[in-house]
Every structure is written in structure tokens, then in C-alpha cells.
Nanobody, 125 residues
Framework: QVQLVESGGGLVQAGGSLRLSCAASGSIFSINAMGWYRQAPGKQRELVAAITSGGSTNYADSVKGRFTISRDNAKNTVYLQMNSLKPEDTAVYYC???????????????????WGQGTQVTVSS
């Protein structure tokens, strides 16, 4: 089985920084895109940033210039450096692995979307 383990969330004052990490573990063959989504209370889950195995990135307009996504393919780990945080960045942040191929029970399996358990980020004003 595959696990996405997130870390780095917490409470920070507006203008501060946090760095989220997400490590994928298990018998992983490949992961195409890894990314971060967030969900604030009463709102839909939204894409924050994503990065492909080739290094192409995509950011939500609301975080461009403030957040940076990076990835260590050898470690199947994705990072999100969040600077100049605002109260509106407060949400549960979820790690996502897209086009995941892995081995389980002697078989090669595929998941279109695979999610971590989420980590809370709270930005106080």
C-alpha cells in the first residue's frame, strides 16, 4: 500500500513562512504529478500548486509569487515553501499524487488521484 505523509503545518502570524513536506512511501513505480490542494471551512478543495516529474509547475493565482513548489523524485517527496502568508491561506492542506503506479499484492496498480490525510495551516492576523 502507498502512504502520503504530510508534515510542516502549524500556526503562524501573517507575513510569516511555513514549509510543507509530503513523502510518498510504499512500492511505488512512478508518480506523474504531485501537488498541494487546500480546503478552508465551507469552501471547496482547490489546487494550490502542482509539479510534474519533469519539473513543470502550476500555481493558483492567489499564491503566485509567494509559494514555491519543489520535488525530489528520488525520494518521492514534494515540498511547498509558503512565504508572506495571509489569513486567507488558512486551510487544511492536502498532498496529492497524480497518475500513481505502484505494486501491491503482487500486481501493478494505478490510481488517478491519491491523497494524504491533510495538515492544518492557520495564519493569524
Amino acid at each position: 500500500q502507498v502512504q502520503l505523509v504530510e508534515s510542516g503545518g502549524g500556526l503562524v502570524q501573517a507575513g510569516g513562512s511555513l514549509r510543507l513536506s509530503c513523502a510518498a512511501s510504499g512500492s511505488i513505480f512512478s508518480i506523474n504529478a504531485m501537488g498541494w490542494y487546500r480546503q478552508a471551512p465551507g469552501k471547496q478543495r482547490e489546487l494550490v500548486a502542482a509539479i510534474t516529474s519533469g519539473g513543470s509547475t502550476n500555481y493558483a493565482d492567489s499564491v503566485k509569487g509567494r509559494f514555491t513548489i519543489s520535488r525530489d523524485n528520488a525520494k518521492n517527496t514534494v515540498y511547498l515553501q509558503m512565504n508572506s502568508l495571509k489569513p486567507e491561506d488558512t486551510a487544511v492542506y492536502y498532498c496529492n499524487a497524480g497518475d500513481l503506479e505502484y505494486y501491491s499484492g503482487g500486481s501493478r496498480r494505478y490510481e488517478y488521484d491519491y491523497w494524504g490525510q491533510g495538515t492544518q495551516v492557520t495564519v493569524s492576523s
